[in-house]
């Protein structure tokens, strides 16, 4: 049986995790998936508890799970706290011990939902842009790094290795989907820009039925906001993948829209990009479409079920067109959408 741990995190956190449960429990009762779930701390409620963001308990829970379903953490209950136990700190820590390097984020203006996307509907419509961020290496990770009372460092670096694994994910992603990669560096001003942009070539070379381009981070930007609908596949390190993910993730008018999944050598992690948002936490309106999206790229990616991935997702596709939540215009909070989540699911499955 399918053992699922829960990491609900932080703020809004359970309240969106514990939705995405009552589908997933919706969707074994109509598929047979036998789910087990069980929670663990993490972030800052684990730090309240335990004296540290990702204690053994929760590192035991997730080796020996088949995937994690994480909801948000940190606040600024927990900002003061030392850097060494943030609650940010535990989560590198968690995708590093899981190899998870590759972090996938798609961002899609649903068909009807142009409306309310930030740009004009004319320039939404038809955006489907999955970006693969290297999640492992980079900046955040890179040796030496430090601050003294005059300056601080930090060093981005990039093995031959993390960039060729990075690559294939993006060149095998393109093949299920519009067989198109674009590679994003600063190649023109970064050695390790020059490096990425030619190992990825060398690796396309495997891939020559994948249209590839390079593009600028700076110039990628511009493009993510007046042209996103060209792309299909965006691939880019660590901080980059950082920032133009995030960029991407308001093209569908929401953060609450949002799911990532993270994949690499040992469990896979799935979690709405959004944050913790304390300031609405326990009030019941948070929006959960994100979550449960999480919820279905878990079903796709552990548990090799696409198919009642598919079915999930075309039942968020009608309760967001039905009563979406208060951030989208609609009237319903958090247990409502999931009912109308749930409702429709089990009318599709019929």
Request: hydrophobic fraction near 40%; aromatic fraction near 6%.
């Amino acid at each position: 049986m399918p053992k699922i741990a829960l990491l609900p995190g932080d703020g809004i956190g359970p309240e969106v995790t514990y939705a995405a449960v009552d589908v997933l429990k919706a969707a074994d009762d109509i598929y047979g998936l036998k789910l087990e779930f069980e929670a663990f701390p993490f972030g800052g409620n684990a730090i309240d508890a335990h004296g540290e963001p990702f204690p053994d308990v929760t590192k035991k829970g997730c080796l020996g799970a088949d995937a994690i379903l994480l909801g948000a953490i940190g606040g600024p209950k927990w900002d003061n706290v030392p850097r060494n136990i943030r609650a940010e700190t535990g989560l590198l820590a968690l995708r590093k011990a899981h190899e998870l390097f590759a972090n996938l984020r798609p961002a899609k203006v649903l068909p009807g939902l142009e409306h309310l996307s930030p740009l004009k509907p004319e320039i939404a419509k038809g955006v489907d842009v999955l970006v693969i961020r290297e999640l492992t290496g980079g900046i955040y990770f890179g040796q030496p790094r430090g601050m003294s009372e005059a300056e601080g460092w930090n060093t981005e670096r990039y093995s031959t290795h993390e960039v060729v694994r990075i690559a294939r994910v993006a060149f095998e992603a393109a093949r299920k989907r519009r067989n198109k990669v674009c590679s994003v560096d600063k190649a023109n001003v970064l050695e390790v820009g020059e490096f990425w942009r030619k190992t990825v070539n060398e690796v396309h070379q495997d891939y020559a039925d994948v249209g590839l381009e390079h593009q600028y981070v700076d110039a990628m930007a511009m493009h993510l906001v007046t042209k996103p609908g060209r792309f299909d596949v965006v691939v880019t390190g660590n901080i980059f993948g950082d920032i133009l993910s995030d960029l991407a993730s308001v093209l569908p008018g929401s953060l609450g829209l949002l799911p990532s999944a993270s994949l690499g050598e040992k469990t896979p992690l799935f979690e709405p990009v959004h944050g913790s948002a304390p300031d609405i936490a326990g009030k019941g309106i948070a929006n959960p479409t994100a979550a449960i999206l999480s919820a279905a790229m878990l079903l796709t990616h552990a548990l090799n079920r696409p198919d009642v991935a598919k079915v999930l997702e075309d039942a968020v596709t009608h309760a967001l067109s039905t009563n979406p939540t208060g951030d989208l215009g609609g009237k319903a909070n958090t247990a409502e959408f999931t009912r109308q989540v749930i409702s429709a699911l089990q009318k599709v499955s019929t």
